[in-house]
Every structure is written in structure tokens, then in C-alpha cells.
């Protein structure tokens, strides 16, 4: 009688804990929504799965938000694109390592009839004051993500203090990437927008790329683990054996394989000095 009730024990125990097994399976990324919108996501994850059974499911957010996520202990891993934000983050103890992964551009978009006057440009900062000083209608992300921050960076480079200097011509939606487009489009307006969602992108009416290839449209991605030292929960094996993937020569491989119409959105770099 002893023996069968250890046996009912067991089997109830196996049971309760078969669904905790199998969720195991599984990792949060918070990550921006340029990695999202561009597709490498929906290309990469199922390789991933393919390789390791494991289940990765993405918060698409702006990298700020990404970061608050980690911060708060709702996500495994973040991979985001700012990188004085993602040292700070490290700073705070938030995240155990940074690694490089990959990189592209950030490209300004403006209607065809460029009200500006500034298609062509190669310096950019020469663009923003352009805009400005002819108060042709820019919009911004204003929500805190990887491609805001690089956008105030380029304001202040160029020698403008966008919170004083701003004007009606200065529209902040709080919004992502692909609103930040669409808003573009319905007022005639600049946006500063990474590369690879700007290629992804559907609705693109009579915009066209109106700045390209300065050096400091780089935009630089990196990969962390949230710390489980301050986040127990954080599942650290599943999440650092992602990392070893994105960094690996297959993740790399796979990265540089994800094209669109026969380009290349994303350039692997896990293993340059200082990326």
C-alpha cells in the first residue's frame, strides 16, 4: 500500500511538473522593433527552433523599452542597438556580457519632392540644419528606441538643441518604426529610419532615401543576457546557448543569409574589436 501511494505520488509530481518542462523550452527576447519589422526574426527563429527545440518569443519594442523590460526581469535576453544605453545597462548590473552581433545604416527618408532641397547630401548633420533652418516637416519616433537616440545625437552633432530649437515643422509621435514611416508619407515629411526596416517596408508612397552613407548613420546591434544574479527567474542556460548561436559562424552565417529581393539587411560582426 506504501509503495503504490509513493507511486501515485510520483506520477502526480511528473504530471504537475511535465508542463514546467516544457515551457522550459522556451526564452523571452526583448528586442527593437527594426530586428521585428525587418523579417530577420521570422527568418532566424525557426532555424533556431529547428536546431535546439528551443522556443524564442520576441517583445518588439524600442530599445529603451527592450532595456525596462530586461531591467524589470520580463525578459531572458535583450538585443537592442544603442550602445551607450546597453553599457549602462551593464553598469547597473542588469546584464551579465555585451556581444557584438551585427550591423547596418540608418538612412533619412523624404518625399520625392524633397521641400528640403537636401537629396544627395552626404553629410547628414548638413541635412538636419537644412530641415530645420527651412522647417520642412520631420518626424520622429520620440519613444526612447535605438534609432531616437542615434536621431537626437545627429540633431545635437549638428550643433542644434532640438528641444529648444523645435518647432511645429517638429513632430514627436511616440510611435515605432513603421508609424513613424506611415506618418511621413501622409505629411510630406523626413524621418530618419534604420535600413532594414526601411527596405521591408510596404507603404512606402512617395518616399525614397534621401540621405545616405555618412559614417555616422553606422547603426551598431549588440546581444545581452539578463543578470540572473538580480532576475532569478531569468532562464540563463537557454539564454546564453542563443547568444552562442548569434555570435557562432552558423548564426552568423544565417544572419548574412536573410536578404530581400536579393539584399543584404544585416552584417554579421561578432567578432570585431570595439563593434
Known amino acids: 500500500m506504501l509503495n503504490r501511494r509513493l507511486l501515485i505520488a510520483a506520477l502526480a509530481a511528473f504530471v504537475v511538473s511535465a508542463p514546467a518542462l516544457a515551457q522550459d523550452k522556451s526564452i523571452v527576447v526583448a528586442s527593437t522593433t527594426s530586428t521585428q519589422d525587418s523579417g530577420l526574426f521570422e527568418y532566424l527563429l525557426p532555424l533556431y527552433k529547428q536546431k535546439t527545440g528551443v522556443t524564442v518569443k520576441v517583445v518588439s519594442q524600442g530599445t529603451g523599452q527592450a532595456l525596462d523590460t530586461g531591467r524589470r526581469g520580463d525578459a531572458d535576453v535583450v538585443f537592442v542597438h544603442a550602445k551607450s544605453a546597453e553599457e549602462k545597462f551593464l553598469a547597473e548590473g ?163 543569409d536573410y536578404k530581400i529581393n536579393g539584399q543584404q539587411l544585416f552584417f554579421p560582426n561578432a567578432n570585431a574589436p570595439g563593434a
Open 94 to 256: 542588469q546584464g551579465v556580457k555585451r556581444f557584438p552581433v551585427m550591423y547596418n545604416d540608418f538612412v533619412l527618408i523624404g518625399p520625392k519632392s524633397d521641400p528640403a532641397g537636401i537629396k544627395g547630401l552626404k553629410d547628414v548633420g548638413k541635412a538636419f540644419t537644412t530641415i530645420k533652418g527651412k522647417q520642412a516637416t520631420f518626424i520622429s519616433r520620440g519613444d526612447k528606441s535605438g534609432t531616437h537616440v542615434a536621431e537626437l545625437a545627429l540633431w545635437k552633432a549638428s550643433g542644434i538643441d532640438i528641444e529648444k530649437d523645435k518647432g511645429p515643422w517638429y513632430k514627436s509621435i511616440g510611435q515605432g518604426m513603421g508609424a513613424a514611416l506611415n506618418t511621413a508619407s501622409a505629411s510630406n515629411g523626413y524621418v530618419l529610419s534604420d535600413r532594414a526596416t526601411w527596405i521591408n517596408f510596404k507603404n512606402k508612397g512617395d518616399l525614397v532615401i534621401a540621405v545616405e552613407g555618412d559614417q555616422r548613420l553606422f547603426n551598431q546591434y549588440g546581444v545581452m543576457l539578463v543578470n540572473p544574479a538580480k532576475h532569478p527567474n531569468v532562464k540563463k542556460e537557454h539564454g546564453q546557448a542563443f547568444i552562442d548561436w548569434l555570435v557562432s559562424p552558423e548564426g552568423q552565417k544565417a544572419i548574412a
